[in-house]
């Protein structure tokens, strides 16, 4: 695999104009997405949250009846993560470490799929981002998600990771 320089890095393939619930599935699956990772904290669930506000359920529901999905947080909450898991009845990862890429290249072997035919969807540059172009995922970039599934207004970390990611090089919409 070819060594990204830093903007390439920080660069997802896709920024989405809102939250995951708003994410257009047909258009994951024109790119040959055949499997999704999918980070858990802001991007599922609200900030502290433990309930899949019902915009991000029924998108997951939806998501699950094309591909598998993989719950894959830097959170070490089991409990919480598994919840949200035992729900969907899909797999997880707790303490991830992204944008490591042990535990994420883990997941990949268990998927059985080019890692091109992967996506990897969170609300965060340096962490879901990074940790997907290192392994050659497709990467994609949605808005923090508040208790009602709206883009949360709030948005502190994101705003502060795309003002450095754009400094660094990276054009993110």
Not at 34 to 40: H, I, P
Not at 47 to 63: F, I, Q, Y
Not at 109 to 127: K, N
Not at 145 to 159: A, E, I, M
Request: charged share 20%; aromatic share 4%.
């Amino acid at each position: 695999m070819k060594r990204l320089s830093l903007p390439e890095l920080l660069q997802p393939n896709l920024v989405a104009p809102g939250t995951l619930a708003e994410l257009p599935l047909h258009q994951l699956l024109a790119q040959g997405i055949r499997a999704l990772v999918l980070d858990v904290d802001r991007t599922l669930l609200p900030r502290r949250g433990t309930e899949l506000p019902e915009p991000m359920e029924a998108w997951l529901r939806r998501a699950q009846q094309t591909l598998p999905l993989h719950l894959f947080s830097n959170n070490p909450s089991r409990s919480r993560i598994g919840g949200v898991a035992e729900r969907l009845g899909v797999a997880f990862t707790t303490s991830a470490g992204k944008p490591r890429r042990g535990p994420l290249r883990r997941v990949i072997e268990q998927l059985d799929l080019p890692h091109g035919q992967v996506a990897i969807v969170g609300d965060r540059v340096f962490t879901d981002v990074l940790a997907g172009n290192r392994l050659g995922l497709y990467t994609v970039l949605v808005k923090p998600v508040d208790p009602q599934g709206q883009p949360c207004q709030h948005d502190h970390w994101q705003r502060l990771e795309v003002r450095l990611a754009r400094l660094a090089g990276a054009s993110l919409g």
